[in-house]
C-alpha cells in the first residue's frame, strides 16, 4: 500500500498568492482529515470528511481556507489569499471508518508550506 | 470542549532506562486513544490504539494503559534505544470520528 500520498511536499510563495494542498488517502479508506501543525498551536484539525462529504469544519480558521473531496481517492485543500501567518505543516490523514475497522488512523508526510 | 495535555513536554533519558509518558483528557466520553510516534520533519506513525473499553494494549516494548474514568493514558518503553528519540503524541476520538491532539512530549534517549 503506497500510504497516504500529498503533494506538494515543499512550498515557497508569496503573500497573496493562492496554495493548493492535494490528498490521495490509502485505497478503501472513507474518512480523510486535514490538520496543520505549528510549533505555538501543535497539531490542529481543520476539516474532516466522511464517505466525500465534509462532516466537522469548525477547525478551518477562516474564509480564506476552503477544503474539498470531489471522489474517494482526491481531496485538496486551498488558501486565497494566503498569508505568512498560514505557514505550518498541513497533513492528511485517512481511515477506514467502520464497525469492525479498528479505527487506526494513516498519515501523510505532510506538506510544509512557507508564505513569505 | 476536549483538551488533551501531555507532560512532559520534553524528556531525557539515558539507553536501557524504562519510562513513563502522561496524557490526560478532560472529556472522558471518547471512542478510542491512540498513541503517536513523530520523527522530525515526517508525519505521525500510528503506535498503539485502546478503544474506549479496552484498559491498555502491548506492541513490543511499549505498552499504552487507558483509565477512562479519570482521563488518562500512559505509554510505557521498557528498555529504551536511541532509536527511539522522537516526539510522541496522544489523541482522543469521540464517535463522530474527530481526533483531538497533545501538544506532544519529545523524548531524547543518550547512548
Known amino acids: 500500500d503506497a500510504g497516504v500520498i500529498q503533494s506538494p511536499r515543499h512550498e515557497v510563495t508569496e503573500m497573496g498568492q493562492e496554495v493548493t494542498l492535494r490528498c490521495k488517502p490509502i485505497?478503501?479508506?472513507?474518512?480523510l482529515f486535514w490538520y496543520r501543525q505549528t510549533m505555538m498551536r501543535g497539531l490542529e484539525l481543520l476539516i474532516y470528511?466522511?464517505?466525500?462529504?465534509?462532516?466537522?469544519d469548525s477547525g478551518m480558521p477562516e474564509d480564506r481556507f476552503s477544503a474539498k473531496m470531489p471522489n474517494a481517492s482526491f481531496s485538496t485543500l486551498k488558501i486565497q489569499p494566503s498569508e505568512p501567518r498560514d505557514s505550518a505543516v498541513y497533513f492528511c490523514?485517512?481511515?477506514?471508518?467502520?464497525?469492525?475497522?479498528?479505527?487506526?488512523?494513516?498519515f501523510g508526510e505532510g506538506s510544509w508550506l512557507t508564505v513569505v | 470542549k476536549q483538551e488533551v495535555t501531555q507532560i512532559p513536554a520534553a524528556l531525557s533519558v539515558p539507553e536501557g532506562e524504562n519510562l513513563v509518558l502522561n496524557c490526560s483528557f478532560t472529556?472522558?466520553?471518547?471512542?478510542?486513544l491512540q498513541w503517536f510516534r513523530q520523527d522530525p520533519g515526517k508525519g505521525l506513525t500510528s503506535l498503539l490504539l485502546?478503544?474506549?473499553?479496552?484498559r491498555e494494549q502491548t506492541s513490543g516494548r511499549l505498552n499504552a494503559s487507558l483509565d477512562k474514568s479519570s482521563g488518562r493514558s500512559t505509554l510505557y518503553i521498557a528498555a529504551s534505544q536511541p532509536g527511539d528519540s522522537a516526539t510522541y503524541l496522544c489523541?482522543?476520538?469521540?464517535?463522530?470520528?474527530?481526533?483531538?491532539f497533545g501538544q506532544g512530549t519529545e523524548l531524547s534517549v543518550k547512548s
Open positions: 490523514a485517512s481511515r477506514r471508518q467502520g464497525p469492525f475497522s479498528g479505527n487506526t488512523i494513516y
Open positions: 472529556d472522558s466520553a471518547i471512542y478510542n
Open positions: 470528511f466522511n464517505n466525500n462529504v465534509p462532516i466537522d
Open positions: 485505497s478503501g479508506h472513507n474518512s
Open positions: 485502546i478503544q474506549s473499553s479496552q
Open positions: 489523541a482522543v476520538a469521540h464517535q463522530g470520528g474527530k481526533l483531538i
